[in-house]
Nanobody, 114 residues
Framework: QVQLVESGGGLVQPGGSLRLSCQASGFTFSHYAMRWYRQTPGKERELVAIIGSGGDSLIAADSVKGRFTVSRDNAKNTAYLQMNSLKPEDTAVYYC???????WGQGTQVTVSS
């Protein structure tokens, strides 16, 4: 049974940092690329970052370039999204996704507010 479980979200002040984790199970994590998306109410999900099976990565959202990084630990079956210098406009539900089979996690809420 495939599962993607995000964690690490929460409330943070502007300028703060959070690290999101995506724990995968039920498939051979090290073989597949992973993606991070985010969504705010009334808007479509936005692709934030992609990481290949070997760790090559791309930050897809221009608004977070230079602030967010994506990584993975294949030994732990976990992908990460490190978010620094957070802004109120980063407030969203963040999802990890395994594109090879369109698997999605349940999402984790990130709220950036003073």
């Amino acid at each position: 049974q495939v599962q993607l479980v995000e964690s690490g979200g929460g409330l943070v002040q502007p300028g703060g940092s959070l690290r999101l984790s995506c724990q995968a199970s039920g498939f051979t994590f090290s073989h597949y690329a992973m993606r991070w998306y985010r969504q705010t109410p009334g808007k479509e999900r936005e692709l934030v970052a992609i990481i290949g099976s070997g760790g090559d990565s791309l930050i897809a959202a221009d608004s977070v370039k230079g602030r967010f990084t994506v990584s993975r630990d294949n030994a732990k079956n976990t992908a990460y999204l490190q978010m620094n210098s957070l802004k109120p406009e980063d407030t969203a539900v963040y999802y990890c996704m395994a594109p090879f089979a369109n698997y999605w996690g349940q999402g984790t809420q990130v709220t950036v507010s003073s």
